[in-house]
Antibody
């Protein structure tokens, strides 16, 4: 069974840092691009960042570029999101999501629709 | 950035009725790079449709997608009780990947 399990969410003060992790199982992790998507309470999903199979292609949403860094460790079947200079508007449930297809594994080649998603880890930024 | 605008915001229907959901893009999107998701309360979104018209694995055939360019539609032919949820469209052809604001299908 394909499974994605996020961890690392917490309550943090503005300006602080946090690192999220996503443990993947049930599929060949190194074949697939991976993504982080967040959802603020009562809002729709917002794509945050994506990373290709070998970290050769990486993209960020404008709202997080320069503050967040996505990375992966294929040996550990894990995806990470380092979040620095956190703001109150970063408060959301953060989902790890797999690109639905792993034929190419590179971003923006038609594979970046998401299936499956993890259950999410909550991040609250507040003083 | 490609902005996706979904309408209506809320659709109030009864079980057995037909639901038609719209998603309009601010610029043309290849149908290859268009998807729909369903989200129920307290759950992660679930992939319904990819490539604008292809049902994901396990999705019943009462769900269908259509459209091209800037106008896309998700149709639920006969609403079942489990279909009352929020639906989101997504484009994944251009960075940043974007989602629509959602349409809530509510029980009338």
């Amino acid at each position: 069974e394909v499974q994605l399990v996020e961890s690392g969410g917490a309550l943090v003060q503005p300006g602080r840092s946090l690192r999220l992790s996503c443990a993947a199982s049930g599929f060949t992790f190194s074949d697939f691009a991976m993504h982080w998507v967040r959802q603020a309470p009562g809002r729709g999903p917002e794509w945050v960042a994506g990373i290709g199979w070998n970290s050769g292609s990486i993209e960020y949403a404008g709202s997080v570029r320069g503050r967040f860094t996505v990375s992966r460790d294929n040996a550990k079947n894990s995806l990470y999101l380092q979040m620095n200079s956190l703001r109150e508007e970063d408060t959301a449930l953060y989902y790890c999501a797999r690109a639905a297809v792993g034929l190419i594994g590179v971003l923006l080649r038609g594979e970046d629709y998401f299936d499956p998603w993890g259950q999410g880890t909550p991040v609250t930024v507040s003083s | 950035e490609i902005v996706l605008t979904q309408s209506p915001g809320t659709l109030s229907l009864s079980p057995g009725e037909r639901a038609t959901l719209s998603c309009r893009a601010s610029q043309s999107v290849s149908s290859t790079y268009f998807a729909w998701y369903q989200q129920k309360a307290g759950q992660a979104p679930r992939l319904l449709i990819y490539g604008a018209s292809n049902r994901a694995t396990g999705i019943p055939d009462r769900f269908s997608g259509s459209g091209s360019g800037t106008d896309f539609t998700l149709t639920i032919s006969r609403l079942e009780p489990e279909d009352f949820a929020v639906y989101y469209c997504q484009q994944f052809g251009t960075s940043p990947l974007t989602f629509g604001g959602g349409t809530k299908v509510a029980i009338k």
